[in-house]
């Protein structure tokens, strides 16, 4: 079982440039999240999905979407990446009771 | 609204001694808590959460943590450091008496174990 995949796992991007990162989970979770992990801030939630072909805005959704047209995936697409989303995204997967998110490796982000 | 604070940007303690790492947490409700590890260029890993019951929980590597609900606290502890325990410590909060599934975090504490 691979848990939850994402990719690519780092990425050099100009800005202006589209890209949509990928996240993919086998564990058949109903609930989906994207974070974005920043030096003294912790991590900090983008979008999330509780159930497929529903989506939601978190603490900072600006410049990103989201879709999630089944259960196993939960893309993140920036639309013109700008310098300020340098970062390191973590996809992550809860599926109800306490809802125990289990994180992917995470995407490594460089917009220059 | 809910929040989590950890007060320590970084702790430091020698292999074999026991270690505290701090977090007080703040929500309208009822709170579940966890604990996360991540290594260098690692996703996170679960490693402990309260529900409910027993306020000290115990968790994977020998790690536990106690809630303490009248000091909004749940400070994570292990009675004797592994220098492979250094790392970045995470907590986080949920509100279980609100519709709202996603973790709230703390900005992390670097754990650095001497050997």
């Known amino acids: 079982i691979a848990g939850i995949t994402q990719a690519p796992t780092s990425q050099i991007l100009a800005a202006g440039r589209r890209m949509t990162l990928r996240c993919t989970q086998d564990?058949?979770?109903?609930?989906m999240y994207w974070y974005r992990q920043d030096l003294g801030l912790g991590l900090r939630l983008i979008h999330y999905?509780?159930?497929?072909?529903?989506?939601g805005k978190g603490e900072v959704p600006d410049g990103y979407s989201v879709s999630r047209a089944n259960t196993d995936d939960f893309p993140l697409t920036l639309a013109s990446a700008v310098p300020s989303q340098t970062s390191v995204y973590f996809c992550?997967?809860?599926?109800?009771?306490?809802?125990?998110?289990?994180f992917g490796p995470g995407t490594r982000l460089t917009v220059l | 609204a809910q929040s989590v604070a950890q007060p320590e940007d970084q702790v430091n303690v020698a292999e074999g001694n026991p270690l505290t790492v701090k977090c007080t947490y703040s929500?309208?409700?009822?709170?579940?808590l966890f604990w996360y590890v991540q290594y260098p260029n690692r996703g996170l890993q679960f490693l402990l959460k309260?529900?409910?019951?027993?306020?000290l929980v115990k968790g994977s590597y020998g790690f536990e943590a106690e809630f303490n609900k009248s000091q909004t606290s749940f400070h994570l502890k292990k009675p004797s450091a592994l220098v492979s325990d250094s790392a970045l410590y995470f907590c986080?909060?949920?509100?279980?008496?609100?519709?709202?599934?996603?973790?709230?975090f703390g900005s992390g504490t670097r754990l650095q174990v001497q050997p």
């Open positions: 992550a997967s809860s599926d109800g009771g306490s809802d125990t998110q289990y």
């Open positions: 564990m058949r979770h109903n609930a």
């Open positions: 999905s509780n159930t497929a072909g529903t989506t």
């Open positions: 929500v309208s409700g009822n709170p579940y």
């Open positions: 309260y529900i409910t019951g027993d306020n």
């Open positions: 986080a909060v949920r509100d279980r008496d609100t519709g709202r599934r996603a973790l709230t």
